[in-house]
């Protein structure tokens, strides 16, 4: 899935986890009035995405190597989110003659990080739902399943809440994206949350790169009221990453962070060299 001019500047996008290949209305909204060319994909299991059990996140390089020489695209930016975050460090360090710059959102750490205290700060049910993904893969997906289940139940205002509190506080407009992020789930796990446990895995099995190996600047961001990936995993990944610049906000969640930050940080992307 393509958004704004495809004159533009590349980024390619990695959504969140559990998401696919689509942009929330705001950000669509900003790269029609914008020089930038969004390009979206579904990882494996997601949407109309082939499952590939045991997929790692290095091998999201691989895929945006093909999808971009499909759309004869050389040289691009690449930004990813939550649980995207990984798979747009892969591709900064496994093609560092197409990747120009990196961003990252509310990003988890590899696991285990030395030094870090991985699960410190972290909402008790993602702690759950992790420790669960590395004991038992079966249970796991179950568990998953079993929680989408409800979720499907939620309201959007339920639904910000849980991921994130700061969000209702912050501004009202947000509900638009909220109700985006459901339906879009929503269609991306319309055959099942197998892709899901798949993707998550993923984050906390070994990526498959090393950090030393990006050489493009990488801007790291995160807010200092994340529940769902604490803050401490922005300090971590920014004190390793051989070109970062952190960037952290009071006082903002996981979801109001990216919500509100995003366009800014786009626009750094295409206009630096």
């Known amino acids: 899935m393509c958004a704004g001019d495809p004159a533009g ?13 689509g942009f929330p209305p705001a950000i669509v909204r900003w790269a029609e009035q914008n020089p930038v060319w969004l390009i979206g994909y579904s990882r494996p299991g997601y949407g109309a995405s082939t499952r590939k059990p045991g997929y790692r996140v290095v091998d999201a390089a691989a895929d945006v190597w093909a999808l971009c020489g ?5 040289r691009f930016a690449t930004m990813g989110g939550s649980g995207g975050g990984p798979y747009a460090l892969a591709c900064a360090a496994k093609m560092p003659d197409r990747v120009t710059r990196a961003a990252i959102f509310s990003c988890l750490a590899p696991y285990p990080a ?23 893969p079966d249970a796991f997906t179950t568990f998953l399943r079993e929680m989408w289940a409800g979720m499907n139940q939620m309201t959007p205002e339920d639904l910000v809440r849980s991921l994130d509190p700061t969000l209702l ?3 009202r407009e947000i509900m638009e994206e909220a109700v985006w992020s459901m339906e879009h789930a ?7 949350v197998e892709g899901w ?61 990216a919500i509100l930050h995003v366009p800014e940080i786009l626009a750094e992307l295409v206009t630096r060299d």
């Open 9 to 21: 500047v590349p980024v390619v996008w990695h959504s969140g986890t559990p998401q696919g290949a």
């Open 70 to 74: 499909a759309l004869g695209i050389e």
């Open 114 to 136: 030395d030094n870090l205290d991985y699960w410190a700060g972290m909402a008790p049910l993602n702690v759950q739902s992790f420790q669960l993904a590395l004991a038992d």
């Open 169 to 171: 506080e912050a501004r």
């Open 186 to 192: 929503r269609h991306e796990l319309a055959s099942g």
């Open 197 to 257: 446990a798949d993707d998550a895995r993923a984050l906390i099995r070994p990526w498959g790169f090393s950090l030393a190996e990006i050489a493009v600047p990488v801007t790291v961001v995160t807010g200092d009221a994340d529940e769902m990936v604490p803050a401490a995993h922005a300090h971590w990944l920014a004190e390793r990453l051989p070109q970062a610049q952190l960037r952290i906000y009071p006082q903002e969640g996981h979801a109001v962070t």
